[in-house]
């Protein structure tokens, strides 16, 4: 597994982004649609903080309290991409967010991609 994020960039509070997480790694038998993804986030400061997290097939999904009904974590396995769309954003969602993959419901995520920015600010 590769994970590259990209789709960061400033916005204004009360503005949309939508972040995207392609798998370019193919070892034998690897596949993305065998891997639960989550999206964390870590602002200036601060730890690195759970968002979201979704299973093989999108049926099981679960978001922090701060971001539920404000963004949906979404996957294509035919085009190995894992998506977060971001809407009425605030300040205090401004930090690096980086996708994760790991292989079961529990445990470590053992895949990283490099993060990309959000920035919201007036």
């Known amino acids: 597994v590769q994970l590259q994020a990209s789709g960061g960039g400033v916005v204004q509070p009360g503005g949309s982004l939508r972040l995207s997480c392609a798998d370019s790694?193919?070892?034998?038998?690897?596949?993305?649609?065998?891997?639960?993804m989550g999206w964390f986030r870590q602002a200036p400061g601060k730890g690195r903080e759970f968002v979201a997290i979704?299973?093989?097939?999108?049926?099981?999904?679960l978001y922090t309290d701060s971001v539920r009904g404000r963004f949906t974590i979404s996957r294509d396995n035919a085009k190995n991409t894992l998506y977060l769309q971001m809407n009425r954003l605030k300040s205090e969602d401004t930090a690096i967010y980086y996708c994760?993959?790991?292989?079961?419901?529990?445990?470590?995520?053992?895949?990283w991609g490099q993060g990309t920015q959000v920035t919201v600010s007036s």
């Open positions: 994760a993959a790991r292989r079961g419901p529990a445990g470590q995520f053992d895949y």
């Open positions: 790694g193919r070892a034998s038998g690897d596949t993305f649609s065998t891997y639960y």
């Open positions: 979704i299973n093989w097939g999108g049926s099981s999904i």
